[in-house]
């Protein structure tokens, strides 16, 4: 079974602009959440998405947006990019609302912001 | 108060010996669940075990177990015959359910294992 893909694997934007992050998940989930990690702030919950609904945000500005689509693939945007927003983003996906199922990540998008 | 602690900066161990990681936690929570995951320097998130706040055994996956004291909220992470591959940043991570996201995670800050041959 295929893993979580993720796309692209690295990045570079300038500040301002605006990026969209694609992620696949595991065949047959349809749970995907995002996860910022920066060396200073660690792993950071950004949203979780379940059956197209936002079921819950992360403390992040509202330039950080997500979607999913009916295929269970989800999309994660930053508008109005800052030097700040260079970090790597995790996609996770699992099966659904199931509390001990484990996340499995993908390999992540390195985003860098200059 | 930081919710999931791993204070050892980086860890050492000698290829084919036993190690632990440690991780401490803080909820108030009944029903809770821990994981372990492991970071390479390629990036990737590898999830290694679970321990849930109800089960009574000690969670084991191969080569890794979980020494979980929940009166002490400690979950750490034992892996045994270390292998050069386990050289890794390992995470401890907690779901409340509280939260009522079943994706959402808090993570430690992390350790970095280095396995000498």
């Known amino acids: 079974k295929a893993g979580v893909t993720q796309t692209p694997r690295y990045l570079i934007k300038t500040r301002g602009q605006q990026v969209t992050l694609s992620c696949s998940p595991i065949?047959?989930?349809?749970?995907v959440s995002w996860y910022q990690q920066t060396p200073g702030q660690g792993l950071q919950f950004l949203f979780e998405y379940f059956s197209e609904t936002q079921r819950n945000k992360g403390n992040f500005p509202g330039r950080f947006s997500g979607r999913q689509f009916s295929n269970s693939r989800s999309e994660m945007n930053v508008s109005t990019l800052e030097l700040g927003d260079s970090a790597l983003y995790l996609c996770?996906?699992?099966?659904?609302?199931?509390?001990?199922?484990?996340?499995?990540f993908g390999n992540g998008t390195r985003l860098t912001v200059t | 108060a930081q919710k999931i602690t791993q204070t050892q900066p980086g860890m050492f161990v000698q290829e084919k010996e036993a190690v632990t990681l440690d991780c401490t936690y803080d909820t108030s929570d009944q029903s809770y669940g821990l994981f372990w995951y492991k970071q390479p320097s390629s990036g990737e998130m590898i999830f290694l075990i679970y321990q849930g706040s109800y089960d009574e055994q000690n969670a084991t996956e191969g080569r890794y177990s979980l020494n979980f004291q929940k009166a002490r909220k400690s979950a750490n992470l034992v892996i045994s015959a270390s292998q050069l591959g386990d050289s890794a940043m390992y995470f401890c991570a907690m779901r409340e359910a509280r939260t009522g996201a079943n994706s959402k995670l808090t993570f430690g800050k992390g350790i970095t294992l280095s396995v000498r041959p």
């Open positions: 065949s047959g989930h349809r749970s």
């Open positions: 996770a996906s699992s099966p659904g609302l199931i509390r001990d199922s484990p996340l499995h």
